[in-house]
């Protein structure tokens, strides 16, 4: 079992290289085989067609940058804003800690969205998976806003993986350079993440009973 799980780590390592050389279309089995050193009915045995290949390494790729954000969040305990700095920061390197994965994720995100992986035990970790980890204990105690899973995604991360694109012609504007984003992001999110404000209660009138048995302050 363990030699089975070593060698699908080594074919879908193999498969995510030849993805970035040669794109979807240009990579085929046999260079899989070459390159990973499994035979191609392997290959085939344990992921079925390229097409559910691909949709694995979606899975293994993004499961690298769910485990890294696991590890940012840990130990903050109840406090948010650490957490949430830890957090951001971490996704601000991913383009230099993962420099080929955002290129993977956009390439490959058809055949996750389109392919049936239910029949693998393989498990699927994913970010908006990883938020509501983290945010499930905050929100029963009040501290962040009840938020799904993928409403976490959006107000976390995905401004900030948009924030590490690096934009075209941006090396030359200072503006964007001087841009402290993990300020900028950490604020906003802070702000989505607050739960609601309780609206304090009105004072109860006075019945007319009472204002009876009140006596005269002013005797």
Same mark, same amino acid.
């Given at each position: 079992m363990r030699d089975n799980h070593a060698k699908r780590k080594r074919i879908l390592k193999a498969a995510a290289a030849l993805f970035i050389e040669h794109g979807f279309d240009g990579t085929s089995f046999i260079k899989m085989s070459k390159r990973s050193g499994a035979a191609v009915g392997s290959i085939t045995h344990f992921f079925g067609d390229k097409g559910e290949l691909a949709a694995w390494v979606y899975v293994d790729v993004?499961?690298?940058?769910?485990?890294?954000a696991r590890a940012a969040l840990r130990g903050h305990g109840n406090n948010v804003e650490?957490?949430?700095?830890?957090?951001?920061?971490a996704c601000l390197t991913w383009d230099e800690k993962f420099p080929h994965h955002r290129r993977l994720i956009s390439m490959l995100e058809v055949y996750a969205l389109t392919s049936d992986r239910s029949r693998t035990d393989q498990p699927q970790d994913s970010l908006p998976k990883v938020l509501d980890e983290w945010a499930n204990p905050l929100t029963r105690k009040g501290i962040v806003a009840p938020l799904s899973p993928s409403q976490l995604y959006a107000?976390? #991360? &995905? *401004?900030?993986?948009?924030a590490a694109t690096p934009a075209v012609g941006s090396s030359s504007d200072v503006r964007a350079i001087s841009i402290d984003w993990l300020t900028v992001l950490t604020n906003a999110a802070l702000r989505? #993440? &607050? *739960?609601p404000k309780k609206k304090p209660r009105p004072p109860t009138p006075a019945s007319p009973k009472d204002k009876i048995a009140q006596p005269d302050l002013l005797q």
């Open positions: 993004v499961g690298d940058l769910a485990a890294d650490p957490a949430i700095r830890a957090l951001l920061s107000v976390i #991360l &995905a *401004p900030a993986m948009c989505a #993440l &607050a *739960p």
